[in-house]
């Protein structure tokens, strides 16, 4: 079985680990530092915090913008719950929007439409790894923006890092994410003030006062193995744009709604869309030709939340299937994917 997704892991990674394990440090320490320095200077910032995932990213953002309780923060639908548990963490009020049809990113027109005096907050996710393409447009609503780039590591928007735009951005290394820790997650900004709050509230222990801190600390064996896959995040990208390039070459002529090729995308996930009736028909053929395709969103917040409308979310939930894409296929797994859509397109 091919699976859905997979983590890239090479001998340098796990040699990266057994010297940490082999140094007696493997909590919190030198490494993890080394790790927030060398990754904020990858994404063009300050800074960062590491944590134990995305997350607790997003819920200490929240807390150092000091969202608070009936305040509200925008959030799409169509993303994973994270950001739902983030905004419910400190008991603010989500304000849930729908996307823009074309790149499944969130809408501006709909944020436009949602503000009220009580929005403290927004939440950009970069979904599948495509740039928001009115991020600069959002930015002048003048509201704190928190860009969640935890599928999109390495992409690009205006000549600039996406993460780079907003007050804070946050990054998630799980296993199946762009780049791997395992677990894990950081916070990057080039405002000082934001990340030691954030950093505060990450350690708890040994403070001259009392509040409520988290443990929300990463390792320096989650470090070391983080340390080790940026140093070959750009050939990671390069290999998933080649491999997204390689499928539409071969999808164009089907009539399938494949991603648009955009410069900055890194192709996190590769989408094609069935018609509505064919999704988990077409899911169940190509994984008894043994390839694991996925729904790219188990379920948007609006079915959660019990609420109406979102019909791009709700469009986009019924038609999307993701297809493998990662640097560890290999070109017959490749030639597997492409042939086995081929045939079960055409067969329909």
């Known amino acids: 079985m091919i699976p859905h997704s997979k983590p890239t892991i090479g001998k340098d990674d796990e040699e990266a680990i057994l010297r940490v394990l082999h140094s007696g440090q493997i909590a919190q320490g030198r490494i993890t530092r080394e790790f927030e320095k060398k990754f904020a200077s990858f994404i063009d910032l300050k800074d960062g915090v590491a944590l134990n995932c995305g997350t607790s990213a997003l ?177 990671f990208i390069k290999k998933r744009k080649e491999t997204a390039s390689t499928y539409s070459r071969h999808f164009s002529s089907l009539g399938l709604r494949i991603p648009e090729f955009r410069e900055g995308h890194i192709y996190f996930r590769y989408i094609i869309e069935q018609e509505l009736s064919s999704v988990e028909k077409f899911l169940r053929k190509l994984r008894r030709a043994g390839i694991n395709c996925k729904k790219p969103v188990f379920r948007p917040l609006h079915h959660y939340l019990g609420l109406k409308g979102f019909l791009n979310s709700e469009d986009a939930w019924q038609c999307s299937v993701s297809i493998p894409i990662y640097p560890s296929l290999t070109e017959n797994e490749i030639k597997k994917i492409i042939e086995s859509v081929r045939y079960l397109f055409v067969e329909k």
């Open 59 to 235: 819920h200490l953002s929240l807390l150092a913008l000091e969202v608070k309780e009936d305040d509200e923060v925008i959030i799409p639908s169509y993303t994973c719950t994270a950001l739902l548990n983030a905004v419910n963490y400190v008991r603010a009020k989500p304000r849930i929007v729908d996307i823009d049809r074309d790149d499944y990113n969130i809408s501006f027109s709909e944020i436009e439409k949602n503000l009220t005096k009580k929005t403290k907050a927004v939440i950009v996710p970069h979904m599948f790894g495509a740039p928001v393409k009115e991020i600069l447009k959002i930015l002048k609503f003048g509201l704190p923006v928190i860009e969640d780039c935890a599928q999109a590591i390495g992409a690009t928007s205006n000549g600039k890092m996406i993460g780079t735009f907003g007050i804070l951005s946050i990054f998630s290394f799980y296993a199946t994410k762009v780049m791997t820790t395992g677990e894990g997650g950081m916070v990057l900004s080039n405002s000082k003030r934001l990340l030691e709050k954030i950093r505060d509230l990450r350690d708890y222990d040994e403070k001259k006062d009392y509040k409520i801190r988290y443990n929300y600390k990463m390792t320096d064996i989650q470090a070391a193995l983080g340390l080790s896959q940026l140093r070959k995040l750009p050939d």
